[in-house]
């Protein structure tokens, strides 16, 4: 519930201020504190670091995500650039980012998005210590 008030309150920020700037960067430090904090309790805990399981193969299909983004990009520009008969993928977000309730989903679909990786890892640490 707080996050969804303060997602509604963020997005109702006018655009490239310093406090949306800050609105945003908020979250991102917060989250960045608690995975600090979880780490280095596991590797205390441990007596190693916890090293995450990265590989080509994990990261695939968001490489393959923004090859397709890029492409569609490049393909829109090609054909036209800012056309109206001929959008660009850059075109049509800032169309739908001018609505405040497609801001306001979209902010709280990247907070949880980013909150995921340390809500696993507070509940990996927490069975651990069970």
Known sequence: MVAAVYAYWATGLR???ALAYV???VPVALLTCLAVVSGTADSRRSGM???GTLSLRSVRPWLILLMI???LEAVGIALGGRSI???????VIDHALAWHPVRFVLFCGWL??????????????RGEAM
């Open 15 to 17: 655009p490239f201020t």
């Open 23 to 25: 609105a945003v960067g």
């Open 49 to 51: 670091p916890r090293v």
């Open 69 to 71: 983004a890029a492409g």
């Open 85 to 91: 008969t001929v959008p660009t993928l850059s075109t």
């Open 112 to 125: 949880a998005f980013g909150a995921a990786p340390a809500v696993r890892i507070m509940h990996r640490s």
